[in-house]
């Protein structure tokens, strides 16, 4: 018999060395303050004067200045190195907009903190290399399961957010909610900065790109685009990446628009449904994460899409006012996202060649934003027709990606498309399907 001590999450966590351990120890840092807030970002905006259009619209243009910065992340994170980059740009996109955040008065505020904010991703490509590099391949669930474990630890302290707004009012509120985070924040890649070294890929790229400038090293990605269109399981999971991350900025946006102006559901009770969907994806971290590690990743995959895509259909069914249908639809949503992210992240981050990791990465994240950002003002225009489009319009894009994964794993089994995952670039590290699971 299993007990907490042993269990294979437990044992990782206590194991960890190195990188891994700084990243994945100062997680709660970050994940407990946005997880605090973030449900009610869009509430919060409706509260000051915004449309929904204009909440779409911001969206948007954040994500527009993504792929600018994603464009730029590889060669920023070669040239100064994952660790030094980390620190900069984390303080810039996330310490920074919180403060914006903090005193927001109108639209004109929310729309530079995007901008800002949207920075972020260059930190996405130095942490990732700094997470991944000198990580074993066979810990990887593993680690992106604690860190998601890390964010959805506010589930235990996120009643008090709703007392709050029930004792102060939403605005006032949130507002203290960014001041905490921005301390909370900083002092998380502070600390995480001390506890992290440069990777050995780090340093060979420092010393590769140290006299070369920094646009430079952005044309070297030609080759490496040449590469990830040559590899068909890129491009099946490049898909994958596009469709899922439409649906998380969609959900992300306009859930609780939805509950809080069509279902009449009260802010201060937000919490209740965040709490049981943490809760609920705590327990599958725990209880369904580790028997997953044996198995094909379509098949999980596959099942997860499944049920978000029913998730999205109870949502829409929900009457005004009923509670229970609400928590069902949140309680198997939250059974299926984690084996609709943890297993795409890890299939993304190991299906690269180690040593051109931090552009193919960045290519990847490009391709993934581009084809994203409209879809914060289509959710937006769509909004405000009739709150329950956006989530119909995610049901067809989980259907799509459920889709998309079942023709992959067809093609992969006739041998008509070869596996990334399971066949060794030349002269890298990446794992076979079975370390892949």
């Not at 890649?189 to 590769?208: A, C, D, P, Q, Y």
Request: with cysteine.
């Amino acid at each position: 018999m299993t007990t907490l001590s042993t269990h294979p999450l437990i044992s990782t966590l206590k194991n960890l060395r190195g990188n891994a351990r700084g990243c994945v120890f100062t997680e709660p840092l970050w994940g407990i303050p946005y997880n605090l807030y973030f449900p009610y970002v869009s509430v919060y905006m409706l509260a000051l004067g915004l449309s929904d259009s204009q909440i779409g619209l911001i969206t948007s243009v954040g994500l527009a200045c993504q792929v600018f910065w994603t464009l730029l992340s590889g060669a920023i994170t070669d040239k100064l190195g994952r660790k030094r980059t980390t620190l900069i740009f984390d303080i810039i996109s996330w310490s920074v907009p919180c403060l914006i955040w903090a005193i927001a008065q109108d639209v004109n505020y929310f729309f530079a903190a995007a901008i800002v904010n949207s920075i972020w991703r260059v930190t996405m490509n130095s942490w990732t290399c700094l997470l991944v590099e000198e990580t074993e391949p066979r810990l990887l669930l593993d680690v992106y399961s604690w860190i998601y474990i890390g964010g959805l630890i506010a589930a235990f302290v996120s009643p008090i957010t709703g007392l709050l707004i029930g004792q102060f009012s939403l605005v006032p509120t949130m507002r203290g909610l960014y001041v905490l985070s921005f301390v909370l924040m900083t002092a998380k890649f502070v600390i995480m900065n001390g506890m992290v070294h440069e990777t050995r890929r780090g340093v060979e790229r420092m010393k590769e790109t140290a006299k070369e400038p920094l646009f430079a090293v952005l044309r070297g990605s030609r080759a490496v685009l040449w590469q990830i269109l040559h590899t068909p399981a890129t491009l099946f999971t490049a898909g994958l990446m596009v469709l899922l991350n439409i649906c998380w900025l969609v959900k992300g946006t306009f859930w609780s628009v939805l509950v809080t102006e069509k279902l009449q559901i009260p802010a201060q009770d937000l919490v209740i449904f965040t709490f049981a969907r943490s809760v609920i994806m705590l327990l599958f971290y725990f209880l369904i994460m580790p028997r997953l590690g044996q198995m094909d990743v379509r098949k999980p995959l596959m099942w997860g899409l499944l049920g978000l895509v029913i998730s999205q259909v109870l949502l829409i069914s929900v009457p005004a006012g009923d509670y229970v249908m609400l928590m069902v639809a949140t309680v198997l949503e939250a059974c299926c996202t984690p084996l609709a992210t943890t297993l795409l992240d890890k299939l993304a981050a190991i299906m690269v060649d180690p040593k051109e990791r931090a552009r193919i990465m960045a290519i990847l994240y490009v391709v993934m934003i581009v084809f994203t950002s409209p879809f914060g003002w289509i959710a937006g225009e769509l909004s405000e027709l009739n709150r329950s489009l956006p989530f119909i319009l995610n049901i067809a894009l989980f259907a799509v990606a459920g889709v998309l994964t079942l023709v992959a794993g067809r093609l992969v089994a006739s041998g008509v498309l070869s596996d990334a995952a399971a066949e060794p670039a030349a002269e890298s590290t990446v794992p076979t399907i079975e370390e892949i699971g």
